[in-house]
């Protein structure tokens, strides 16, 4: 079959295609507002406000001025990140090679989508990685080390950290992992200054999971947790998260490129709630894009010369930010 080019593998059909396919199930992804904008930055007006109590007045009487009790407005203007990767359709991928399940000989069609899956797995870890970068308010280039955007900075925030202290001996009238929990969470509350949230929940490493589960003091309240849960032994409870001390505790022990995502006696702190984590999509660097609403995900095709083949690319270009960095608390699990 003659492939009628570029019609049925253009910019459009392509980038239709690569967001049609179906999203890996990652944790963060929908906590995520995300938003399409057709330039390569976003510039936003950042001004933090005190909450000002308003006090009783008589009916008729001159209303209260807020005329500065408000904050002072500053502008900044970020840039998207670009994530690329690209394949190669060649005629070996096809020549001679069955289709698999079938006696049938394998289709360009089927060979496309298979490589476009493979790329749009990585994006999808990509971007779930830069998520978990957001709520620890630092996100990482995929080395784990190379800083791209330091949430904290880019705000004047200073990070808040909490510990959280675990006894070897339990005291009937004294609950110290509690009280830290209790701490953490005010700190939370108190750096919203009144904006509404839904929740708090946290993600923490393997060891700090062991220990607020294992624990004296908590280990009933995970039992009686576990047993109750309707679907017990279909999933993993480490990863639906645990709720205590009106906290959602989920443990992250993945590993990627070799680097955990969280380390194993830390935990990160944060709200969830509208308005509070936003990810903003930058267009494609191609012609056929330009000053377009971004999407979430590109995909193209070319041909190479004298019919050996398509270069395959798929990418996104996304900016991804907590709008409240000063409610971000980094936990650690430690021994009294």
């Not at 967001?19 to 904008?37: A, D, S």
């Not at 191609?286 to 083949?309: C, H, S």
């Amino acid at each position: 079959m003659r492939l009628n080019w570029p019609d049925t593998f253009s910019v459009v059909e392509m980038t239709d295609a690569v967001n049609k396919l179906p999203l890996m199930p990652l944790r963060f992804g929908g906590m995520f507002e995300t938003t399409g904008i057709p330039t390569t930055h976003m510039a936003f007006d950042y001004k933090r406000g005190r909450i000002n109590l308003i006090p009783d007045s008589p009916r008729g009487s001159n209303p209260e001025y807020v005329t500065g009790k408000g904050g002072e407005r500053q502008v900044k203007v970020l840039s998207c990140t670009h994530l690329s990767q690209a394949d190669t359709l060649s005629p070996e991928d096809i020549q001679d090679v069955r289709a698999f399940g079938s006696t049938e000989p394998m289709t360009v069609e089927s060979v496309v989508n298979d490589k476009l899956s493979a790329l749009k797995r990585n994006l999808d870890m990509t971007l779930e990685f830069h998520r978990l970068g957001a709520i620890k308010g630092i996100v990482l280039d995929a080395d784990g080390s190379t800083v791209l955007h330091n949430i904290f900075d880019t705000f004047g925030v200073t990070q808040t950290k909490q510990d959280l202290s675990f006894p070897a001996a339990v005291e009937a009238d004294k609950n110290p992992i509690l009280s830290g929990i209790m701490a953490a969470k005010r700190k939370v509350e108190a750096a919203m200054g009144g904006n509404p949230f839904t929740g708090i929940s946290a993600v923490i490493g393997s060891n700090a999971y062991d220990k607020l589960t294992s624990h004296a003091l908590v280990r009933d309240a995970y039992n009686l947790w576990a047993a109750n849960q309707s679907n017990f032994g279909d999933n993993d409870y480490r990863r639906r998260g645990f709720p205590y001390g009106g906290i959602l505790w989920v443990e992250a022990s993945d590993v990627v490129g070799g680097r955990k995502l969280v380390d194993d006696d830390k935990g990160h702190l944060y709200p969830t709630g509208p308005g509070i984590w936003k990810m903003y999509h930058a267009p494609a660097d191609w012609i056929e894009t330009v000053n377009t609403r971004g999407l979430q995900f590109y995909a193209r095709m070319d041909p190479k010369d004298r019919g050996r083949g398509y270069d395959l690319e798929v990418q996104s270009n996304p900016l991804t930010l907590c709008m409240f960095p000063e409610a971000l608390v980094e936990l650690t699990f430690k021994a009294a």
